[in-house]
Nanobody, 130 residues
Framework: QVHLVESGGGLVQAGGSLRLSCAASGLTLGNFAMGWFRQAPGKDREFVAGINWSWGGSNTLYADSVKGRFTISRDSAKNTVYLQMNSLNPEETARYYC?????????????????????WGRGTQVTVSS
């Protein structure tokens, strides 16, 4: 059985940083593309960042709103994917989720859908105060 567990969320002031972790059991994350999503209250869940499978070069993809501030990475030995978030702003207060894509590589921007991600964690709350 596959389990994804996110951690690292919390309360941070605007301009601050957090590093989220997504630890997996039941599958080898390095064999799949992974994604981080977030959902703010009253809003749809949105894609934040993604990374391709380990042996494919682990190419990354970011939403325009987080480029240059967020970094997704993986540690295959720990079977964990990370999301380093810098320069956070209050509008980024949301619950952050990690998810396993059905393929090794993420599809091109604009063609990605949540339905392509087979497994999801329960999320970790990030609150950015002004």
């Amino acid at each position: 059985q596959v389990h994804l567990v996110e951690s690292g969320g919390g309360l941070v002031q605007a301009g601050g940083s957090l590093r989220l972790s997504c630890a997996a059991s039941g599958l080898t994350l390095g064999n799949f593309a992974m994604g981080w999503f977030r959902q703010a209250p009253g809003k749809d869940r949105e894609f934040v960042a993604g990374i391709n499978w380990s042996w494919g070069g682990s190419n990354t993809l970011y939403a325009d709103s987080v480029k240059g501030r967020f970094t997704i990475s993986r540690d295959s030995a720990k079977n964990t994917v990370y999301l380093q978030m810098n320069s956070l702003n209050p509008e980024e207060t949301a619950r952050y989720y990690c998810a396993v894509h059905r393929s090794r590589e993420l599809p091109p921007p604009g063609t990605m859908t949540e339905g392509q991600f087979y497994y999801w964690g329960r999320g970790t709350q990030v609150t950015v105060s002004s």
